[in-house]
């Protein structure tokens, strides 16, 4: 099996995912951080903002009709995300890593321009990397195949020669159905460490 490019997610995979301390900051009653997170983050209508048709305040409209007791702390979180995700420092040594075995480095992951804009910080592997798509820049999210094969055009990816990383299931099970090899994250060593075996195999 012969590999030569690696598809990462971002969140969850390249940057933590910090939602449980970014809601906690704002000091609200007990149980409150839970519920706009829920509102929020949780709702179905944050999918919206990765697939980045609709507007920034649309979708908080849409929040805030759900759950209209909660309007003012909805509005007070969703003003500035940052800290929504944060850096990790494992990203750019791996995405550098794996470029040294000349493999060619992608990402493909459902995120939205306002946690992409607001999180710069928590962002800046991407320049390390040789592509790649974010789900609002092409209104379409994971795990619709049509993402999947927007990339493989774009970079004339043969898909028996890639391998794609994502901390959900239901994303890998696509790409597997399209012939890319997959691994599901559970942490960074574990993923890391599958991977070598996978690229010392080919």
Known sequence: MKITTVIFDIGGVMVGLGRIRFFNQFGFAP????????STVKSVHWKELDRGILTDEE????????????????????ENVHGIVYRLDTSIPWIQ??????????????????????????????????????????????????FYQILIDKYDLVPSECVFLDDL??????????????ILVKS???AKAELDRRLEEA
């Open 59 to 78: 979708v908080i409209e849409r929040f805030v009709k759900d759950a209209p007791e909660l309007e003012k702390e909805i509005r007070l979180c969703m």
């Open 188 to 190: 960074h060593e574990q």
């Open 97 to 146: 890593s794996l470029k040294e075995r000349g493999i060619r480095v992608l990402y493909l992951s459902n995120y939205s321009m306002k946690v992409a804009r607001d999180n710069e910080d928590a962002m800046d592997f991407l320049s390390y990397m040789d592509g790649g798509l974010l789900s609002c820049d092409y209104q379409v999210i994971k795990p619709d195949p049509a």
């Open 169 to 182: 299931e239901a994303n890998l099970e696509t790409a597997q159905k399209l012939g890319i090899h997959t």
């Open 31 to 38: 149980g409150v951080s839970e519920q706009v997170m829920n």
